[in-house]
């Protein structure tokens, strides 16, 4: 079995890149949502419009890009092999496109045809998924914290959107309307099970690996997650009970308890930034503290919302906007970043002798312009939560945002192609 | 028992810092400090690429029978680095803070992820195997410690 590893599993381009290009659509669609119907989005968390646009950001843009980037980073960082890639990920990456689009217009035209569509279409996505990486996941002979992480992360990604498409069968009618306080489950299994667990375990990897930084300790690594899956499945089953079934109880444990691992895995991360070995401030280095500055933020509002500090109202929208633009996005953008232009350049590497620095493709300025515009963009979007009217100049920046990541990855593309097809000429 | 993961990361860390030192003083525009820390980074480098390639992988591929697995994937990555401290130099020589700073990021994510396979599964794999076999084992382990000691002092 250790002999068989040969760490050449690295999928083809085409399996990584279908999930990158498609993503800004998505983020396009969402700014575009928010210019023609802000202030719906904006008035309240339960609108459909506000609905639409939090799941073209979730199940739209996050999942594609986390899914894009788990298949590349599968084989490579975690050992794990992954079951015909390239017809994996054409299915997968159908499944999802379809599902993501056809969850907003569900939403915006209450459409029980267009639910049970998006349920079907992104539980097979999610399904063909697992059951392709879950041999290699568990039988890795790679140690660690990260792997850990990954397979509770997949874990949390099924029950995800297991609540979800329960939640689309209330919504199109199949289902009583008490099911529909489970919404607070799927949050919490969204963004602080798949999301957040993913977010820590490629932390433990790519924050040392890229600003520089020491280790996270090992205890933490181990000790977090570990957190973050106990408060999941406590709070599940205090929701389980009579008592805690629409008592609140459930919904409180889960603010804090998640608040508490934001704050501590935001805190430890910028602890660990301030101690960087590497002099240099990149994007992605900026990228990764915005995200980490929002986490703070997103944990001192969970808090408050949790322990009756702060009126309910309002805080639905400001936390969406710093958790999925402030955190969520930040990192996927900085990340992005780095990993287009090294695959890209992994592939040239095999065909041409000398192919120009990853840095050419993909330049410095232009991570540092779309840093610039995001950050331009996270606080216009803070601001329509507290004027809905401002909402048309977020759109507006979110969806120039999705416009300037699509030609970016572009860009590092017609780079390529031109010294794939022309190897003899040597670029600088 | 993960004596060889826990020094071979060490030392890991040790040529990063020789690394960031070298990318700074170019940020800076200072070559000949650049000069003087690139040699640095490049002897530690080097020497930890050679370990590598003439002690550990050759153990592991004796112990496992499998030449064409992950050592030879390391072993072409190692070439890759090697080029790219080529460019370094080039940058160095011609004083080119743009092209220093583009080979710089090239090789420090190349570097960067290729450790982490290391970290993660080559080198657990190789204290779980060899570490079977005590007495080689120490012996082996001598001859690293031995080995990137005189790099770091040389």
């Known amino acids: 079995m250790a002999a068989e590893l040969s760490f050449e599993q690295a999928p083809p381009l085409s399996v990584p890149l279908r999930f990158f290009f498609t993503a800004p659509l998505f983020v396009l669609a969402a700014g575009l949502l928010l210019v023609l119907r802000g202030e719906a989005v904006f008035a309240s968390r339960w609108t459909p419009e506000a609905l639409a646009a939090t799941h073209l950001l979730t199940a739209g843009t996050m999942l594609q890009i986390m899914l894009g980037a788990l298949f590349q980073v599968l084989p490579v960082a975690a050992g794990a092999n992954v079951v015909q890639p390239r017809l994996l990920a054409g299915l997968v990456h159908l499944a999802l496109s379809a599902g993501g689009a056809a969850l907003a217009c569900a939403f915006l035209w209450s459409d029980a045809l267009f639910f049970h569509l998006a349920a079907g279409l992104l539980g097979l996505a999610v399904a063909a998924l697992v059951l392709g990486v879950s041999a290699g996941l568990w039988r890795t002979p790679a140690l660690g914290a990260t792997v850990w992480g990954l397979r509770g992360a997949m874990l949390a990604l099924v029950v995800t959107v297991g609540l979800g498409a329960a939640l689309a069968l209330v919504r199109s009618g199949d289902l009583g309307g008490g099911w529909m306080a489970l919404s607070t489950l799927h949050q919490a299994w969204g963004l602080g099970g798949w999301a957040g667990l993913l977010l820590v375990a490629v932390a433990w990897l790519v924050v040392p690996m890229f600003l520089l930084t020491p280790s996270y300790p090992l205890l933490f690594t181990r000790g977090l997650p570990a957190a973050i899956g106990a408060v999941l499945i406590i709070g599940s089953l205090v929701m389980a009970t009579p008592a805690g079934w629409g008592g609140g109880w459930a919904e409180r444990l889960l603010a804090i308890g998640l608040a508490l691992a934001a704050a501590a895995f935001a805190w430890a991360t910028l602890a660990l930034q301030r101690r960087r070995r590497r002099k240099i401030t990149d994007a992605c280095f900026r990228f990764w503290r915005l995200a980490m500055l929002a986490l703070m933020l997103v944990a001192g509002l969970l808090a408050a919302s949790a322990t009756g500090l702060a009126p309910d109202a309002g805080l639905g929208p400001q936390l969406g906007v710093l958790a999925l633009a402030g955190v969520f996005l930040s990192v996927m953008l900085g990340m992005l970043y780095k990993i287009v232009p090294f695959i890209l350049w992994l592939h040239l590497r095999r065909k041409v002798n000398r192919p120009p620095a990853m840095t050419r493709l993909i330049t410095e300025e232009r991570q540092l312009l779309h840093y610039r515009l995001h950050l331009a963009n996270l606080l216009a979007l803070l601001l329509a939560t507290l004027w809905p009217p401002t909402a048309v100049a977020g759109g507006l920046l979110l969806a120039a945002s999705g416009g300037l990541l699509l030609a970016n990855l572009a860009g590092a593309l017609r780079a390529y192609l031109a010294v794939e097809q022309a190897p003899a000429v040597a670029l600088p | ?154």
């Open chain 2, 1 to 154: 028992m993960d004596r060889l993961t826990h020094f071979m990361q060490h030392h890991h860390g040790h040529c990063d810092e020789a690394f960031a030192t070298a990318e700074a003083d170019a940020h800076r525009g200072d070559w000949s400090a650049c000069a003087a820390s690139l040699a640095r980074f490049r002897a530690d480098l080097l020497g930890h690429l050679a370990v590598e390639e003439e002690r550990i992988f050759p153990a592991f591929e004796a112990s496992t029978g499998n030449t064409a697995g992950p050592t030879r994937v390391m072993r072409s990555e190692h070439e890759e680095m090697r080029e790219l401290l080529g460019w370094l130099d080039e940058a160095l020589a011609g004083r080119n803070a743009v092209a220093f700073a583009d080979a710089a990021e090239t090789l420090l994510i190349l570097l960067q992820q290729h450790n982490m396979k290391e970290e993660n599964i080559l080198y657990p794999m190789c204290d779980r195997i060899l570490g079977g076999d005590e007495v080689a084992f120490k012996q082996l382990m001598g001859e690293v410690e031995q080995a990137l000691m005189e790099v770091a002092h040389g």
